[in-house]
């Protein structure tokens, strides 16, 4: 029966753009399925996560994370991210697909490969891990089953990140290692811990079984196999093919030491080796072949697009070879015999193949230098302190500078700048973020507004806004207070406000009888000095006063008052004249004392007695310090009747 039919998503539309087409290949993790982008109308791999993974919210968050960083890489030998996205209980990735077999079906049909091809097959794997490492990935998988040869002899690697998505899933949480255990560094078994160094174990472990057709480790559990990982020393080839070359052994055992300080530093790294092992090894009679591949098979990988432009990856054009046992014995040489024009085409294109890898590896043995990732600036200083140990540079940290973006502890530049090409063992200085830099208030409180102002320049910040304000404690002048408050933090530059005092300001009393003016200014604080005038028209009021009404003053002065005349009893003018009072035949009210109530009560108290009213400012406190007339005056309805309060 076709599994295909009976798919749910085949003939779907997933996420409103992908067409499923067919099933491809189905994993522990994922289907892979054929489907037309008709966005794009293009051919792309869809891989979709098993709802027991696309269930978990800590593995879709990482997954979505994972699926952005591995987008960003653009190798000739990585399988490229297109699209991320959900629909429903549906988490998928759109890649690129890549007709072809993986290596694992491959190893599956030959056994083994000779040690040429072997390296052709490692060199572009090497350089697509190497381009992850140097942008801050780790595959964290590497392994067989995620390398696939395309029809045209492309190789590419896969399902970069998805291993780290998986940590993040409830497994990880029930002491399932995440990883395949043939290929796990001994830190990964342990710890769980996985760097570039990691992926160069794995790579070294895919060699050894390229050249020797099984993995060095077997056992009846996974764990046996663990074990062995972590305490034993991996086999040279030579120890299970010999004649194997010495090269070969010596690339294998470097990679796959046991300490992951005695590995090469990533897989840039290992690359520069492995293309000088290639170099360095005897030529074969004839074009060097390729691992032959045929139609796609039902296991877990995929994925790839259109044919890519000539790379460095050493593979050459497809010759079928004998799926039997393989020997690293040049084949023999045939009779001589006439040659066509097209076999005349293809011993020239072998030979300018045969050329173009001698001179990659001439290139690539050269490249002794390593460039300073831009991936560093933004980790945490420790991170990025090891990442870049393990990328061959000597790291110091510099001193730290403020920053008001990059948060403290975080990597804000490096010393040389991202993109610098150094030699190994070069020295780093990465220079961390202390975070805003943020200066107190200073203490300004008591100084004059000029030494204030000098002050907050000492700490770089600048006086904003001045206001003054009464004060009956702080002298005239001085700083009361500031805005932000003293001690609190703040930006570099930043203004803050100072609040002055305007010491005492100069009661109202003015057209105040003497008695109560005497007592509102000696009660504020001053020392009332009267003057008697003349030709008043209201007795024994203040007509005048210095200094004016709300002037700045201090306790404690001499307040000059000018009087209207004070006479011993006092009447109104027209008492005098033997006049009859104003209004309307004689309505009069009394005027009620009002003295030291609040002077809206006062206000209101007065015109419902029938008078009106004048509200007079003085000292601002509410009550009522002085009235005029004064309570218990009969005068006329409508008569005005001024309070100070």
């Known amino acids: 029966m076709d599994t295909t039919l009976t798919d749910p998503l085949v003939g779907k539309l997933l996420d409103g753009r992908y067409r499923v087409e067919s099933r491809i290949a189905r994993g522990g993790m994922a289907t892979v399925y054929l489907a037309l982008d008709i966005r794009l109308d293009r051919t792309v791999a869809v891989k979709v996560m098993h709802r027991s993974l696309a269930e978990d919210p800590a593995f879709v968050r990482r997954f979505i994370g994972e699926a952005k960083s591995v987008a960003s890489l653009s190798h000739p030998n990585v399988v490229h991210v297109f699209d991320q996205g959900t629909d429903g209980d549906n988490v998928y990735l759109s890649m690129e697909y890549v007709p072809g077999r993986t290596l694992r079906d491959v190893l599956r049909d030959r056994g083994r490969l000779p040690a040429r091809e072997a390296l052709e097959v490692m060199i572009p794997v090497l350089a697509a891990l190497g381009s992850a490492h140097q942008s801050g990935l780790v595959h964290r998988?590497?392994?067989?089953?995620?390398?696939?040869?395309?029809?045209?002899?492309?190789?590419?690697?896969?399902?970069?990140?998805?291993?780290?998505?998986?940590?993040?899933?409830?497994?990880?949480?029930?002491?399932?290692?995440?990883?395949?255990?043939?290929?796990?560094?001994?830190?990964?078994v342990t710890s769980g811990a996985a760097d570039a160094r990691s992926d160069v174990y794995a790579a070294g472990i895919m060699l050894f079984e390229l050249l020797t057709g099984r993995q060095p480790y077997e056992g009846d559990t996974p764990m046996s196999v663990a074990y062995r990982h972590v305490h034993d020393t991996v086999p040279v080839p030579s120890a299970l093919l010999p004649g194997s070359p010495p090269l070969l052994d010596t690339l294998v055992a470097r990679a796959t030491a046991r300490d992951p300080a005695n590995r090469p530093a990533d897989a840039t790294a290992l690359l520069v080796a492995a293309v000088d092992a290639h170099r360095m090894l005897p030529r074969e009679s004839g074009?060097?072949?390729?691992?032959?591949?045929?139609?796609?098979?039902?296991?877990?990988?995929?994925?790839?697009?259109?044919?890519?432009?000539?790379?460095?990856?050493?593979?050459?054009?497809?010759?079928?070879?004998?799926?039997?046992?393989?020997?690293?014995?040049?084949?023999?040489?045939?009779?001589?015999?006439?040659?066509?024009?097209?076999?005349?085409?293809?011993?020239?294109?072998?030979?300018?193949?045969?050329?173009?890898?001698?001179?990659?590896?001439?290139?690539?043995?050269?490249?002794?230098?390593?460039?300073?990732?831009?991936?560093l600036v933004g980790k945490n200083i420790t991170v990025a302190t090891s990442e870049a140990r393990q990328r061959g540079f000597t790291v110091e940290e510099g001193e730290a500078e403020h920053d008001e973006k990059v948060p403290k502890g975080s990597v804000l530049r490096t010393d040389p700048v991202a993109g610098t090409e150094a030699e190994p063992g070069s020295k780093l200085i990465l220079i961390a973020s202390a975070g805003p830099k943020r200066v107190a208030v200073p203490n300004v409180v008591g100084m004059t507004e000029p030494q204030a102002r000098s002050r907050l320049a000492e700490d770089s910040l600048v006086a904003g806004k001045v206001r003054k304000q009464a004060s009956d404690t702080v002298p005239r002048g001085q700083v009361m207070r500031t805005v932000p408050a003293v001690g609190n933090p703040v930006k570099e530059g930043s203004k803050v406000d100072l609040v002055i005092s305007a010491g005492l300001l100069m009661p109202d009393v003015m057209?105040?009888?003497?008695?109560?003016?005497?007592?509102?200014?000696?009660?504020?604080?001053?020392?009332?000095?009267?003057?008697?005038?003349?030709?008043?028209?209201?007795?024994?009021?203040?007509?005048?006063?210095?200094?004016?009404?709300?002037?700045?003053?201090?306790?404690?002065?001499?307040?000059?008052?000018?009087?209207?005349?004070?006479?011993?009893?006092?009447?109104?003018?027209?008492?005098?004249?033997?006049?009859?009072?104003?209004?309307?035949?004689?309505?009069?009210?009394?005027i009620p004392n009002i003295m030291f109530k609040d002077f809206r009560a006062a206000r209101d108290e007065l015109r419902a007695a029938g008078v009106t009213v004048k509200l007079r400012r003085t000292l601002g406190k509410g009550r009522v310090l002085a009235q005029i007339p004064p309570g218990g005056q009969t005068v006329p309805v409508g008569t005005e009747v001024t309070i100070w309060y």
């Not at 998805?162 to 899933?169: D, Q």
């Not at 890898?357 to 460039?371: E, K």
């Not at 028209?537 to 007509?543: D, E, K, R, S």
């Not at 002037?551 to 008052?561: F, I, P, Q, S, Y």
Request: one cysteine or more; glycine letters at 8%.
């Open 287 to 375: 074009p060097v072949p390729s691992v032959p591949v045929g139609p796609p098979h039902t296991h877990e990988t995929t994925v790839s697009a259109p044919p890519a432009p000539a790379n460095h990856t050493l593979i050459q054009p497809r010759v079928e070879l004998p799926t039997g046992p393989v020997s690293d014995q040049p084949a023999p040489v045939p009779p001589a015999r006439r040659m066509s024009g097209a076999r005349w085409f293809l011993l020239a294109l072998a030979v300018v193949m045969v050329i173009a890898v001698g001179v990659t590896g001439w290139l690539f043995s050269q490249n002794t230098t390593i460039v300073v990732p831009s991936a």
């Open 141 to 188: 998988d590497v392994k067989p089953e995620n390398v696939l040869l395309a029809d045209d002899g492309r190789v590419k690697v896969v399902d970069f990140g998805l291993a780290r998505a998986i940590e993040a899933t409830n497994q990880t949480r029930t002491g399932v290692m995440i990883g395949t255990i043939g290929y796990m560094s001994p830190e990964q």
């Open 511 to 590: 057209g105040m009888p003497r008695d109560q003016a005497d007592g509102v200014l000696r009660g504020a604080g001053f020392v009332p000095e009267f003057v008697e005038q003349t030709d008043a028209a209201q007795p024994c009021t203040v007509i005048a006063q210095d200094p004016r009404p709300k002037a700045e003053t201090d306790k404690g002065a001499v307040v000059r008052l000018t009087l209207s005349q004070c006479a011993s009893e006092w009447h109104w003018p027209w008492e005098n004249n033997g006049e009859q009072p104003p209004g309307d035949g004689g309505n009069v009210v009394q």
